[in-house]
């Protein structure tokens, strides 16, 4: 029925091995047990329980289509290339488990065209500016100087601290600011008022890492967890 | 290569296979926005954002002298850290509009809304580079400005924000962050930004502008509720068909709705029959 060209027997061979394998280990890796292997790294702290999915939501159609639409973009045929096998991650994302009315910098206040010249330095319009996925830590942004993109003519009226806010902006003292103030504003604790009782840099990078919480565990609003947010999608 | 070279009849059926095999489930239907296809757009980006704009003056408005103002005189509280567990209070009238520039970010209208100042309480709020420059001119006409943003494409409207009420100019005058304490009733106080990323909308898709807003407006004024539900040691305001003039109570959102929709249809609808 059918007949392989003694000539190319090691072609064929090599072909079914490899298609073999390569079928063996795609199936392997679809297994939701396997997550682990696909990731491009170790979650971020708070993400460890989360599968795969609740990020890379599938693309609209199946593969055929979507390598059909692809295509007929390439060639002109189609106004929109459509998303190859996921959907891209955005803020909205991060947003559907960690959008809080608190947020004192939410990423949709930095779309205004008066952030333009800052966000061209630091893209606060989106999440993964400062929290990029798969690499086991809190934040990745690193010197913690972000402050000074925005706020160079800090002054504070009837300033409390002994460092006044000015003399630290004029000194350029922008880690402290994260050693008083944690950037989204959700925890709940009392500033200190001198610059000697404020949060050690160390610490602070400690828990940028994914180490323990400095600014005390008292939160307003807490992440969802994936059950939580999976529930948030049934309402809708 | 060469085989193939040989059997061209292969090669094309194999070709034609494929093809077809690719097309055999269609491809992925093109996303329509939130636009219909068929319809026809019948606004501009500007004509609905001076009609949205035009709710939010009265949505503030209303909130600003019916609830802040009158509700002060009953006692009640407003504070721009109103969110916090240890503070008892409502939004001041920035972070209401705030609030719905939030509610409206999280839904499907992609419609921007933002609150700058050249003397803003808070400094991140400071307008700068195009902002700043149209905003000049803004206070000199009291003129709405239109550009579009290349960087981000995005159609953008700037429209005066003025000191409609007497709680506006004392608050901002006695706040110890103010930059300016000469505030006087009817001063352009600043210049609320709108964006929105195409050129003309249907006659539905400005609807759910106006939606979106309205909206936006009944969260938080829900938000404010919830917190005064929390307080601990605050009077709580009654809440129903009275407003603060009338004693300790509070409109639900239905009744705020409602009244934002008695000031504001008639302009609203003569814009949108005159577009239809």
Known sequence: ?236 | MKSLEKKPLLTVTVLILSYLLLNACGGVPEETATNGKDEENVFSVAEVLEMVSKENDVTRTLYTKAIVGKGKLQGMKFDEDWRKDDVEAGPLPALFLRGVATSIQKGPVPLGLYLGSDFPINNANKFEGKQAELFEEIKATQEPKFFYDESQELHTAMFADLASAQACVTCHNEHPQTAKADWKLGDVMGATTWQYPKDSLTYKGTIEVLNAYAKGTVDIYMAYLDEIEAFKNSEKPIIGTKWPAEGNYLPTPEVFLDSVRKISSHETMKALVAGK
């Open chain 1, 1 to 236: 029925m059918f007949k392989v060209n003694p000539l190319r027997k090691r072609q064929f061979w090599g072909a079914l091995i490899g298609i073999l394998i390569g079928g063996g280990l795609f199936s392997f890796l679809s297994l939701d047990s396997s997550e682990q292997y696909v990731s491009l790294g170790p979650m971020n702290s708070g993400h460890d329980g989360l599968s795969c999915v609740s990020c890379h939501a599938d693309a609209n159609g199946n593969l055929s289509q979507q390598l059909q639409s692809n295509l007929e973009h390439t060639l002109g045929m189609r106004k929109n290339s459509v998303d190859f096998g996921t959907k891209d991650v955005t803020a909205q994302n991060c947003l559907g488990c960690h959008d809080r009315p608190n947020d004192r910098h939410p990423t949709y206040r930095f779309s205004e065209p008066r952030f333009k010249q800052a966000t061209q330095t630091i893209n606060t319009t989106t999440c993964i500016t400062c929290h990029a996925e798969h690499t086991d830590k809190r934040v990745t942004i690193n010197p913690v100087d972000y402050c000074m993109n925005c706020h160079q003519d800090l002054e504070v009226e009837d300033d409390p601290v002994d460092v006044t806010h000015m003399a630290l902006v004029a000194q350029e003292q922008w880690s402290t600011c994260i050693q008083c103030h944690d950037f989204h504003g959700n925890h709940t604790y009392t500033v200190p008022e001198k610059l000697q009782d404020t949060i050690p840099l160390k610490t602070i990078q400690v828990y940028l890492d994914g180490g323990e919480d400095p600014f005390g565990t008292n939160k307003k609003y807490r992440g969802l967890s994936e059950p939580e947010w999976i529930k948030t999608l049934q309402k809708k």
